[in-house]
Nanobody, 124 residues
């Protein structure tokens, strides 16, 4: 079992940048593919980005392609999400998730472990 703790959220103006981090503990980090999801008020939790166990393969939602970059450091047991050119519609609670499966997943229910979330607010 792995525990996940997100950090780095906050308030930023449109066009600005934020870097989210997720620290993992309790299990071998490289066993898990990692993903970021987000949930805006009144909406479902949506896929944002995912990265494979070795960090070679990534996937992004169309809405964030070219603006967000997911990365991981298996030596430090962390996964990060660099968010550039932020828009008000990026406002949401962002969640880190871990998946023991073999494939890179983009669906919420495929993930096994979740962090508590960190709020990102982008003002116009």
């Amino acid at each position: 079992q792995v525990q996940l703790v997100e950090s780095g959220g906050g308030l930023v103006q449109a066009g600005g940048s934020l870097r989210l981090s997720c620290a993992a503990s309790g299990s071998t980090f490289s066993r898990y593919s990692m993903g970021w999801f987000r949930q805006a008020p009144g909406k479902e939790r949506d896929f944002v980005a995912a990265i494979s166990k070795n960090g070679v393969t990534t996937a992004y939602a169309d809405s964030v392609k070219g603006r967000f970059t997911i990365s991981r450091d298996n030596g430090k047991n962390t996964v990060s999400l660099q968010m550039n050119s932020l828009k008000p519609e990026d406002t949401a609670v962002y969640y880190c998730a871990a998946d023991v499966g073999r494939s890179l997943r983009t669906v919420e229910y495929e993930y096994d472990y979740w962090g508590q979330g960190t709020q990102v607010t982008v003002s116009s």
